[in-house]
């Protein structure tokens, strides 16, 4: 069916042949008209003909002179064509009727047409205008339009896990209704019919879609489901399968009769769930199709409605946290780091969520393994979603095993035919704050990601599948920054924001071996060149310990870090030009970076931009720099850069268990925001 293309117009006007001497069986749909041409039919001594209706003010009969258009009365052959509509629905099969009566000239009926009709109500409804309620017949549920005065229905994807039997598999991964909590997360659509107790015997009801959307989206038929709710019986014990979707197929048969004897409501509802974001291959709207067909197979009537499925949203820095993640590892390693990681959640006031060693099986890059993000339907609260990474190290059963449940959904993107590099880990992944760039709006901000420089054929990219999926999104279009001169890869090492009042609403912070040198000059110059950073610090079984003035005559140390501060800038150009930032928006950290055996660059010393921001609280790698009156240069010039902006700066000591591995703080935590108050179906495109 789906296959023959029937066109809408046929919604609103179809032909019906008629006959002399035969009464002719149709079926009519409320606003739709029936055309029939008269002229065809006409006997040849016809001089007039007559209409005569069998329910006055129901039934509406219009007679029209047509002729090709552009052309007078000899301009070619001049039809009769009737126009029939009617306004209420039957109670019974054929109970109106039309008769078209032929006059010869001596006023005598010659012919008689016969039209009988039964005519039904039919509709297909959704939640069209976005408040939490399926409507009747709106009229603006054949299309969707983004914006605050926009329209259309909403689907979520099904992929948190409500199954009370604790199948760790994300919902849309089966066919069925996992209890009742299962159907919060589906978007309702109903049919509603009035007409006869019976169709006509040989019509049909159908819903169809798409053959490749049943692959994205699943249909249950909810009749009765809230009686039997109430009784107390476990919904996926009543055998609630998909009548559409991947095992089902496409298309579905109605029972018209199971409606009628549901004279209450006259209707049935459905429960749609989302089975895939949208992707490369699909633009995220989806089309449901109501069909009735005569003869089995023609079609009569049909309506649509149009879901366009919820994408999957990240959430910048700037927005509140709800819960940090870090990983404490065998043998209290790292413990220096979790006391000093747990100062700053507690400042912040939110739940700390502390991976034990047998969950994360010696992998402590928290940040690389997952992305968390949101996906949200009008009315409902947001669900948070996980993004996996395809890196599938230590961590790699975290994300299923532990975080998705009731209201937690999981998804990931994966190529087996592509192989993993570091660029694909997740601290390669970030999300600007709400800008605007050149008039254009981006209120929920722009997806960052680190790739290869653009004219370079053979360095690493992200996974395209990961990509894909990015840009497919929509509402946080990516901008792809270059990443590949570090020997990790990952933007997170050179670039991060936080939140500031006033202005944008926050500052990019940037990495700068530039500032980095400034500073050292005027600790010399005010005469601590003796001054030793590093102290007490090893590196590869050797003693880091350097003088300010040791650090200033290392002319490879420098020619590299310098290096990497021209790779530095192109990003900051990037990002003014995609992100529509000033110089004034941006803040320099003193970083200094070394290349790694060939591999490309890496901190020399606690790479400072690599922080955890919670709230107005900086989770920020101890850099260990030259005591200066007591107190870390380094430390002392980054409160001066960040705390006039309100924020609170706790230095965390990773020396050891993440710089040394080449991470810091942000590579090793994670942390769930809320959502954005702005709602994504509300942009403007």
């Known amino acids: 069916m789906a296959g023959r293309g029937f066109m809408q117009w046929a919604a609103n006007c179809r032909t019906v042949r008629l006959d002399v001497g035969v009464a002719t069986s149709e079926i009519i749909v409320l606003g739709q008209t029936l055309c029939t041409d008269l002229s065809s039919i ?132 089966n066919s069925k209704i996992d209890g009742p909590f299962d159907l919060e997360d589906m978007s309702r659509m109903a049919v509603r019919v ?100 005569k003869n089995v197979t023609v079609p009569v009537f049909e309506d649509t409605v149009i879901f366009r499925m919820a994408p999957w949203i990240m959430t910048p820095n700037t927005l509140e946290p709800i819960e940090a993640f870090t990983c404490q590892m065998k043998k209290s390693e790292n413990l220096d780091f979790i006391n000093d990681f747990k100062k700053v959640v507690e400042a912040a006031g939110i739940k ?55 209201d937690f959904g999981y998804v990931t993107r994966y190529d087996q035919n592509e192989f993993v590099n570091s660029l694909d880990s997740f601290g390669n992944l970030e999300v600007s704050p709400p800008v605007k760039v050149d008039g254009r709006t981006y209120p929920m901000g722009r997806i960052l990601l680190g790739s290869a420089f653009p004219t370079t054929k053979y360095g690493r990219r992200m996974m395209r599948v990961v990509r894909d999926f990015l840009y497919a999104q929509q509402v946080q279009p990516p901008v792809e920054l270059f990443s590949d001169w570090l020997g990790v890869g990952h933007i997170d090492e050179f670039m991060t924001f936080v939140p500031a009042a006033g202005g944008k609403g926050f500052r990019l912070l940037l990495a700068s071996p530039s500032a980095c040198y400034n500073l050292l000059r005027k600790l010399k110059n005010d005469g601590h060149g003796d001054v030793l950073c590093f102290e007490g610090k090893t590196r590869s079984g050797e003693s880091a310990e350097r003088s300010i003035s040791d650090l200033l005559d290392d002319s490879n140390l420098k020619a590299e870090s310098l290096q990497c501060q021209n790779d530095i800038d192109w990003n900051r150009d990037v990002m003014k030009r995609e992100l529509g930032l000033d110089e004034g928006d941006i803040i320099d950290l003193p970083q200094l970076f070394q290349l790694e055996d060939g591999k490309g660059a890496g901190a020399y010393f606690p790479d400072m931009v690599n922080m955890i921001v919670l709230g107005k609280q900086l989770g920020i790698p101890k850099p260990f720099g030259p005591m200066i009156d007591g107190a870390c240069a380094f430390e002392t010039n980054v409160r001066s850069l960040l705390e006039p902006l309100g924020l609170t700066c706790h230095f965390v000591n990773d020396w050891d268990s993440y710089h040394l591995l080449l991470g810091e703080v942000h590579c090793g935590s994670n942390t769930r925001r809320k959502p954005f108050d702005f709602k994504w179906w509300n942009m403007k495109f």
């Open 194 to 293: 009035r007409g006869p107790e019976t169709l006509p015997e040989d019509c049909r009801l159908r819903m169809w879609v798409r053959p490749d959307d049943k692959e994205r989206l699943g249909i249950f038929n909810l009749s009765d489901i809230e009686k039997r709710r109430a009784g107390g019986v476990v919904l996926d014990e009543l055998g609630n399968k998909h009548i559409i979707g991947p095992k089902a197929g496409y298309l579905a048969q109605v029972s018209y009769d199971l409606m009628m004897v549901r004279r209450d409501e006259g209707e049935t509802l459905f429960a749609v769930e989302g089975l895939k974001y949208p992707d490369k291959d699909f633009n995220g709207t989806l089309r449901i199709h109501l069909s009735l067909l």
């Open 352 to 406: 700390v969520n502390i991976v034990p060693p047998y969950e994360n099986r010696g992998d402590r890059w928290m940040q690389d393994e997952i992305e968390l993000g949101y996906s949200e339907l009008p009315g409902k609260k947001p669900m948070p979603v996980v993004l996996d990474s395809p890196r599938d190290r230590g961590l790699q059963k975290f994300p299923k095993g532990k975080l998705l449940g009731p």
């Open 42 to 173: 006409t006997p040849e001594s016809t001089v007039t003909f007559h209409t005569v209706v069998g329910h006055e003010g129901d039934i509406t009969v219009s007679v029209k002179n047509e002729s090709p258009e552009g052309m007078g009365k000899d301009g070619g052959v001049t039809k009769m064509v009737a126009y029939i509509s009617v306004a209420t629905h039957s109670s019974k099969i054929d109970d109106k009727e039309v008769n078209f009566l032929f006059v010869d000239k001596s006023g005598d009926t010659i012919g008689v047409a016969t039209l009988r009709m039964t005519a039904f109500y039919m509709s297909l409804d959704v939640d069209c205008d976005r408040d939490g309620v399926v409507e009747k017949n709106n009229p603006n549920k054949g299309s969707w339009q983004w914006g605050p005065d926009g329209h259309g229905a909403i689907l979520l994807v099904n992929n948190d896990c409500d199954d009370y039997l604790l199948e760790m598999d994300p919902e849309h991964k």
